[in-house]
């Protein structure tokens, strides 16, 4: 056991008041029903044990020992360097919580007198095995007066304003320091990496106007992709890399269409149609198109396609109904097979973890395939992060077919707000719209919308 103790002047009148302190406390307490011991500059501070014996930030830790005394607020301690915020102390007990980055461990507890100073000193003989853990934070964007206000400007991280809608994100395939992201009827953003800034993307012409999606082709053209409500009007528009996204390189007829992704493997392009439920089939090399190519069970629905890195599946959330479908894919045929329902249930918008028909949600939209280490040499190695829009978080479906919320919705109770932190005791979330996994920095970014945020999710340093 490490101590240390300050000798003052005046430690003998100090002892006699501290006495006298002890003595009137004692009897108040009498009176209430307990008694509190304060801290006796004559004896050791010691810290003989504490539980647990590892955690992370924000856990709580519980240090026995003695002479600890009976103020919160003169009591300092520090773990691995970080102060810890001390919830409860008495004489041979200290609660408090565990600090960020206390990666050294050495716990430390510091007595304070009236004015800060260091009176008594101890420390653990063990150390405190500090685990990181995944935390949300803030990666660009800017609101003001009480998260109300937010002003659209380029600029460096830090000084770029806020962001509009960001319905979709998507990292360009050749530069994954590229990051677009859809602003609906407001303005797309470009998010560089390298530069640290954020930038604004615009297009002219049919392309111009209120759009669903931002998504790249297997080569690298960026498609925008927006909803045209009459027949013969281009809906999909293709713009190639060479032009920086300015010139754009074809156009295709697609009436309803409010999603398209690219087959990772053979490159053809699947579409979503809202009023007849349809899901496309396009194929750049030959420029056919079967807008019927699969026919979902209902009409009049909002779909969003994620297709597995593998090319083996694609997951089909059906936003306005609180569903999500699969699809498998057909290598033979180049083509995905009849869909199915994976959670869910039609048109019953909620809040449920569990399997199939049991699981509830609300409004799910953009998700993304995440590799998972524990998975590895089994046939699907990879979970889905997806946003669950109206309830505020962020969830993931297991390959087994299993739904559970990943972040927000502290202590659940599903509320709005803005919170960084530990991902469900703090972290909070305003209607998030879209979801992509940062391959390059191994994080989550999250298109948190009405927040006027990028919010990551990644490994604390």
Request: proline share 4%; glycine share 10%.
């Amino acid at each position: 056991m490490k101590m240390r103790m300050k000798n003052h002047a005046c430690s003998f009148l100090w002892g006699m008041l501290a006495l006298i302190s002890f003595c009137f406390v004692g009897c108040k307490d009498d009176d209430e029903g307990g008694k509190r011991t304060p801290f006796d500059p004559s004896k050791p501070v010691v810290i003989s044990d504490f539980t647990p014996k590892e955690g992370g930030w924000g856990a709580r830790l519980l240090l026995y020992g003695d002479n600890f005394g009976d103020d919160p607020a003169k009591v300092k301690v520090t773990i691995g360097g970080k102060e810890a915020k001390v919830i409860t102390v008495t004489n041979e007990n200290l609660y408090c919580f565990v600090p960020r980055s206390a990666d050294a461990g050495n716990i430390e507890v510091t007595i304070l007198d009236e004015h800060g100073e260091e009176l008594a000193y101890g420390e653990a003989d063990e150390i405190f095995q500090y685990k990181k853990k995944y935390l949300a934070s803030t990666l660009v964007g800017e609101t003001y007066e009480n998260n109300t206000k937010f002003d659209i400007m380029d600029g460096p991280w830090g000084n770029c304003g806020g962001l509009e809608k960001m319905e979709w994100m998507a990292f360009d395939p050749n530069n994954p320091d590229m990051l677009y992201v859809c602003g609906g009827g407001k303005a797309h953003r470009v998010v560089n990496f390298a530069d640290q800034t954020l930038g604004t993307i615009k297009f002219t012409g049919e392309a111009s106007g209120n759009t669903n999606v931002l998504s790249f082709t297997k080569d690298g053209q960026l498609m925008v992709v927006r909803d045209i409500s009459q027949d013969g009007k281009n809906g999909i528009f293709f713009y190639s890399p060479e032009s920086n996204f300015q010139t754009q390189v074809k156009a295709i007829h697609a009436r309803g269409c409010r999603a398209a992704a690219a087959h990772p493997i053979n490159g053809e392009i699947y579409t979503t149609r809202y009023d007849k439920g349809w899901i496309g089939r396009y194929e750049p090399e030959t420029g056919d198109y079967k807008m019927d190519e699969i026919q979902m069970p209902y009409a009049s629905i909002e779909c969003y396609i994620a297709i597995h890195p593998t090319g083996q599946y694609m997951y089909i959330m059906v936003r306005n109904k609180h569903i999500i479908y699969r699809a498998d894919y057909d290598f033979d045929e180049k083509t995905f097979t009849t869909p199915y329902l994976v959670c869910g249930r039609y048109e019953d918008k909620n809040f449920k973890d569990g399997v199939g028909g049991n699981v509830r949600l609300n409004q799910p939209q953009q998700g993304c395939f995440v590799k998972n280490e524990e998975y590895a040499g089994q046939k699907d190695e990879y979970d889905f992060y997806f946003v669950d829009k109206m309830n505020h978080c962020v969830r993931t479906l297991t390959p087994t077919g299993r739904v559970k919320i990943y972040a927000g919705r502290p202590n659940g109770d599903g509320a709005t707000g803005f919170n960084d932190g530990d991902l469900r005791k703090e972290a909070r979330f305003f209607y998030p719209a879209s979801i992509v996994w940062d391959e390059k920095r191994e994080c989550l970014l999250i298109g948190d919308s009405d927040n006027h945020r990028i919010r990551k999710i990644a490994m604390e340093d």
